[in-house]
């Protein structure tokens, strides 16, 4: 009997996980609200945008740039709200990026143990930060080998220091290897859906905003990022309260990384005191 009793244990236990599995693939059903988190990317240089954006709902993510004079000022206020942190790491792009003038980038072709070197200044000026996203970066996250010694660095970071990041592929070119080669190294990781402002106008800013909810509603769940443009914060002032009545649910961006093969979870939110 008891070896009789421990196969239909197993037995129900794999019932239970290929059902907890198909309810975590299920789109949206009205008792399964449509989940969307939003990301506001490239803060730390204007403060008058930056602290409106500290005034949005709490679940909305800052994804603060390490370069940035108001960094360690931004990121001490942001957690201090509970709301969460991300380092909005620069990299190199194809047609365009910051590296020559505003931001330090992580060069393709450096070894992992600079790059973790890197990465723990940027945890220094981008304090409680508990997730990575890229700037830029179309050049750097398409190619392998860079994305497989950024992946195997943030690895490092954590068993040299401690520090534990998630990983938020901007996906700012198609073909960015990002979240797959994060989630093949065991990191919790997701990608970015919908870009809310890549045209500013507020009419180009709300066709955005409803493809964002058709997607989450497609779906089950999706990432918008943003910007600290005036629009796009008064649109997202206007419009995050209303999510409710339209039967969908702003979260914290850490609640849709996907668990890493290797199951480890998302790291906890570094709480200011």
């Not at 991300?86 to 020559?100: A, E, Q, T, V, Y």
């Not at 220094?124 to 950024?150: C, K, M, P, W, Y």
């Not at 073909?175 to 500013?200: C, E, I, N, T, Y």
């Not at 497609?218 to 206007?238: C, D, K, W, Y």
Request: glycine fraction near 6%; charged fraction near 20%.
């Amino acid at each position: 009997m008891p070896g009789q009793t421990t196969s239909i244990l197993r037995h129900l236990d794999a019932q239970v996980l290929a059902v907890a599995l198909i309810l975590f693939c299920l789109p949206a059903t009205a008792d399964q609200p449509a989940r969307v988190a939003v990301v506001i990317d490239d803060l730390g240089y204007l403060q008058t945008n930056d602290r409106r954006v500290l005034g949005l709902d709490e679940r909305v993510a800052v994804a603060i740039i390490p370069d940035g004079p108001l960094a360690p000022t931004l990121s001490r206020h942001a957690a201090g709200q509970q709301r969460e942190v991300l380092i909005h790491m620069p990299l190199p792009g194809i047609l365009h990026d910051d590296c020559k003038y505003r931001a330090t980038c992580i060069e393709p072709q450096w070894t992992p143990m600079r790059m973790a070197a890197h990465l723990q200044w940027a945890t220094q000026r981008v304090e409680h930060a508990i997730g990575l996203n890229n700037h830029q970066g179309s050049r750097f996250t398409t190619d392998g080998d860079a994305v497989n010694r950024l992946v195997g660095s943030i690895d490092l970071l954590e068993r040299l220091h401690g520090t534990r990041l998630f990983v938020l592929d901007s996906y700012t070119v198609p073909g960015s290897l990002l979240k797959q080669q994060a989630r093949k190294a065991g990191l919790p990781s997701g990608r970015r859906h919908v870009f809310l402002d890549h045209d500013p106008q507020p009419e180009a800013i709300a066709k955005a905003w409803k493809s964002l909810i058709a997607v989450a509603r497609e779906r089950g769940s999706a990432i918008a990022i943003g910007h600290p443009h005036q629009t796009t914060v008064e649109f997202l002032e206007n419009h995050i309260p209303r999510l409710d009545e339209q039967g969908v649910e702003l979260v914290p961006v850490s609640h849709l990384m996907e668990p890493s093969p290797n199951g480890l979870p998302v790291p906890p939110a570094d709480r200011a005191p």
